[in-house]
């Protein structure tokens, strides 16, 4: 009962912006927009989260659209080491509602 | 820290046999989850805890399986008895409220194969 939709997988060559979609059209006001992502076999990794307003960190950048329906991570410059499952959740993290549910998240693969 | 500490890292069992997974969260954190991944249906959550106390556990497969934390820096996934179909990794994860980002810090797995 995952509660956004992503494509399976998409690729981008090494050094270009990698734009990863995620639609989350019955997100609530209190529900914050996380993405992790994993790289082969390890446990999933943080990358960054947002409620509202667009974020940034040394890792990537989360775009949320004004209705935050739907959001965009962005990689801005893709190394093959960023090749992995990118996971987009929805969750409010009070309670009841702290579940994390991951989907089948988008494939990204970084070519060289 | 050391971040989420899960053992073993590899078990490798008869079916019928009972296994128990542990994790050691990271000091601090009040919210452990559980997850299983297998490549037919991803990566599931099973139960997660709050402060030690189970809040939903609806992602349990089934009365074979049960997780408990004792305590705030201990937990554990019980299998009893195990069936092939349990194989899979079984993840660890904690977080807390306390930290701005409240971002969950996974174990690095436990993987499982009932023979």
């Known amino acids: 009962d995952a509660k956004t939709t992503q494509p399976t997988s998409m690729d981008c060559a090494e050094g270009r912006a990698a734009n990863l979609p995620c639609n989350h059209s019955t997100i609530s006001g209190n529900e914050y927009v996380y993405w992790y992502r994993q790289i082969h076999s390890q446990g999933p990794q943080y990358i960054i989260h947002g409620l509202k307003n667009n974020e940034t960190n040394e890792m990537a950048s989360l775009i949320i659209t004004e209705d935050r329906k739907s959001s965009t991570l962005i990689l801005p410059h893709a190394t093959l080491r960023d090749t992995a499952v990118y996971y987009c959740?929805?969750?409010?993290?009070?309670?009841?509602?702290?579940?994390?549910?991951f989907g089948k998240g988008i494939t990204l693969s970084v070519r060289p | 820290d050391a971040g989420v500490i899960q053992s073993p890292r590899h078990e490798v069992t008869e079916m019928g046999q009972e296994v128990t997974l542990r994790c050691k969260p990271i000091s601090g954190h009040d919210y452990l989850f559980w997850y299983r991944q297998t490549m037919m249906r991803g990566l599931e959550l099973l139960i997660y805890f709050n402060n030690n106390v189970p809040i939903d556990d609806s992602g349990m497969p089934e009365d074979r399986f049960s997780a408990k934390m004792p305590n705030a820096s201990f937990s554990t996934l019980k299998i009893q008895p195990s069936e092939p179909r349990d194989s899979a990794v079984y993840f660890c994860?904690?977080?807390?409220?306390?930290?701005?980002?409240?971002?969950?810090?996974f174990g690095q797995g436990t993987r499982l194969t009932v023979v």
């Open positions: 994860a904690s977080s807390s409220m306390g930290r701005a980002k409240k971002e969950a810090f």
């Open positions: 959740i929805v969750s409010a993290y009070t309670g009841a509602n702290s579940k994390l549910t």
